[in-house]
């Protein structure tokens, strides 16, 4: 006995998206084409296979102290 057409049952993965969208992965650098969108989704914004997703933050917590660097910070002290 097959399943009812219900939502959830259907094998169709693109059924209710309506981004289709297709990122660029090549531009033109002096001329020449080149790679530049190893990290980018595919279509739809799906990720491609192999690919990961990279966390925005950092998985440190922002440290104590000023954001100068150490020769700025600590000069003529």
């Known amino acids: 006995m097959a399943l009812p057409f219900l939502p959830g ?18 531009d033109y650098s002096n001329g020449v084409p080149l790679l530049v969108g190893t990290e980018k989704p595919g279509i739809g914004g799906e990720l491609l296979l192999g690919q990961e997703i990279k966390p925005k933050f950092s998985v440190y917590p922002k440290g104590e102290g000023s954001d100068l660097p150490a020769w700025v910070a600590f000069d003529k002290q």
């Open 9 to 26: 049952n259907s094998r169709n993965r693109q059924l209710g998206k309506d981004r289709f969208h297709k990122s660029q992965h090549f």
